[in-house]
Antibody, heavy 120, light 108 residues
Framework: QVQLQESGPGLVKPSGTLSLTCAVS?????????WNWVRQPPGKGLEWIGE???????NYNPSLKTRVIISVDKSKNHFSLILSSVTAADTAVYYC?????????????WGQGTLVTVSS | SYVLTQPPSVSVAPGQTARITCGGD??????VHWYQQKPGQAPVLVVY???DRPSGIPERFSGSKSGKTATLTISRVEAGDEADYYC???????????FGGGTKVTVL
């Protein structure tokens, strides 16, 4: 059973950089899946941030592309999110999720989520 | 990018049927997936590829699609089905994932 666990600071200052890691257990991050970040502002809906393959290939939401970097560390079996120049609008629960790697991928495993608050 | 439109809320009495729609130009082209999210929890996949159910999801949850609208149907609604539901599509041209705005299902 694959498990994902997010970790990182829960508070980031405005104009600062948000940095989160998702540890993958119960399976190798080098399998044929894409590894994703999804966020949810308080009381709002889900927003896809981006994804990475174990090769390092990435895809990003166009609305966040200029501020986002997703990376993978196969030796540690985890992947990471960096979001720069954050504002209060970036306050959200951040989830990592695996997509199933099929022809029309869906998210079959999710982390529990971690709340990141942007505030001074 | 594509937009998926869901009704903000649906109310249903216990034992009745809830229908949640997801509309958009992209619907007719790609498979639609549905997630259930209860307060304070991560989303859970309840329907994938328009109408398939993951193991462990009750048969009361079903999906369908016609034209530019996909529908998640919850039959014999129970109090435990009260949650937010999101549709999601993968746009293969851009390789982006898109979520609908979500529908809050209230069991009366």
């Amino acid at each position: 059973q694959v498990q994902l666990q997010e970790s990182g600071p829960g508070l980031v200052k405005p104009s600062g950089t948000l940095s989160l890691t998702c540890a993958v257990s119960g399976g190798s991050i080098s399998n044929t899946y894409w590894w994703n970040w999804v966020r949810q502002p308080p009381g709002k809906g889900l927003e896809w941030i981006g994804e990475i393959y174990h090769s390092g290939s990435t895809n990003y939401n166009p609305s966040l592309k200029t501020r986002v970097i997703i990376s993978v560390d196969k030796s540690k079996n985890h992947f990471s999110l960096i979001l720069s120049s954050v504002t209060a609008a970036d306050t959200a629960v951040y989830y990592c999720a695996r997509d199933d790697g099929s022809g029309s991928p869906y998210f079959d495993y999710w982390g529990q989520g971690t709340l990141v608050t942007v505030s001074s | 990018s594509y937009v998926l439109t869901q009704p903000p809320s649906v109310s249903v009495a216990p034992g009745q049927t809830a229908r949640i729609t997801c509309g958009g130009d992209i619907i007719g082209t790609y498979s639609v997936h549905w997630y259930q999210q209860k307060p304070g929890q991560a989303p859970v996949l309840v329907v994938y590829d328009d109408s398939d159910r993951p193991s462990g999801i009750p048969e009361r949850f079903s999906g369908s699609k016609s034209g530019k609208t996909a529908t998640l149907t919850i039959s014999r609604v129970e109090a435990g089905d009260e949650a937010d539901y999101y549709c999601q599509v993968w746009d293969s041209l851009s390789d982006h994932r898109v979520f609908g705005g979500g529908t809050k299902v209230t069991v009366l």
